[in-house]
């Protein structure tokens, strides 16, 4: 017999308000991500913590940055989230009941920044067409398209299961990021392979797209990765790297707003590729759902932009890259 949940019970809005402070780098654009007033937005935060009983964000130096244990929670959290996102996921299917719908799977990194101008494109053609969208690691995703659970999914890497058919639909490079006050935030020098392996980084979690894409690249080179920690969401590496926790490995996708606001530093690298496949994937010897094949086709037609940011209505969130 289960337990009954112990009070208090976190609220899962002000878990996701914390989730967009990781990945936003403040307060005020979480505020505004969500549509509430910064004023809200930290009355929710400290809620939060009350709630929780620990100091979530170091708000000392002005600007608000997650502690161990925020990070922590983050981590926590997204498991969390990702529950709440299938159960309304689930009951928006059980209402649209006896309607055409797409299923998809993606991992953590063509869900948020590729797949919404996907999806864009194809409601233009197919407006009235419903479509649930899990997340999670490559390695999950290709999971649930193995199981018939999904029409098609979307991993990251240049292998996949035998049991399933790929085409390659994009192209995504890794790269490692520190925070600006870093020592290797004004190298200029390219570190090596060598000096890479040695360094122990914020990585994401074994089964991810990122760490085979990463793993593989170093043990081309005859090494192997040295974890700092491990975490299953981009979010959290994006919140640990950006306290100062250590250098992390990410997508060039995911980092391009904290780049360009100067709350990361990519720093070069030499000597090994950190480039790889976005591939479409569904069951060998399975005639692809109409749905799916014109999903295809909008992919392939020309300049389709990655969309910045952006958070499926409904769908679950697991884990990776």
């Not at 299938?86 to 998809?104: H, I, N």
């Not at 992390?248 to 990519?266: K, Q």
């Not at 295809?296 to 499926?312: C, G, H, S």
Request: with cysteine; net charge positive; aromatic share 2%.
């Amino acid at each position: 017999m289960l337990m009954p949940l112990p009070h208090p019970v976190p609220d899962p809005v002000s878990l996701d308000l914390l989730q967009s402070v990781a990945e936003l780098g403040s307060i005020r654009r979480a505020a505004m991500a969500h549509h509430v007033s910064q004023p809200a937005a930290s009355m929710r935060l400290r809620a939060l913590e009350r709630t929780l009983g620990l100091e979530l964000l170091d708000r000392s130096s002005g600007r608000a940055r997650l502690t161990p244990a925020g990070i922590a929670v983050v981590e926590w959290g997204g498991a969390v989230l990702d529950e709440v996102r299938a159960l309304l996921m689930g009951v928006a299917a059980l209402r649209a009941e006896g309607t055409t719908q797409l299923r998809l799977a993606a991992s953590m990194t063509a869900a948020e920044y590729l797949v919404p101008a996907w999806l864009n494109r194809l409601r233009a053609a197919e407006p009235d067409l419903r479509v649930s969208l899990q997340m999670g690691n490559s390695e999950h995703v290709a999971d649930v398209v193995a199981r018939r659970e999904a029409d098609l999914g979307f991993v990251e890497g240049d292998t996949v299961p035998a049991a399933l058919e790929s085409k390659v639909v994009s192209r995504d490079e890794l790269v490692l990021v520190v925070a600006p006050s870093h020592p290797w935030g004004r190298r200029r020098k390219a570190l090596s392979a060598p000096e890479v392996a040695a360094t122990p980084l914020v990585l994401r979690e074994p089964g991810s797209g990122t760490r085979q894409v990463f793993e593989g690249a170093l043990g081309a080179c005859g090494l192997s990765v040295t974890p700092l920690v491990e975490l299953g969401s981009t979010t959290a590496i994006k919140a640990a790297v950006g306290s100062g926790l250590g250098p992390g490995v990410l997508s060039r996708l995911a980092i391009r707003a904290e780049v360009n606001e100067g709350r990361m530093v990519i720093v070069p690298t030499s000597g090994f590729s950190l480039e790889r496949s976005i591939r479409a994937v569904w069951p060998r010897s399975v005639v692809l759902a109409p749905a799916a094949s014109l999903l295809l086709a909008q992919i392939n037609r020309p300049n389709v932009a990655p969309a910045t940011r952006a958070r499926p209505a409904g769908g679950s969130r697991s884990s990776d890259r």
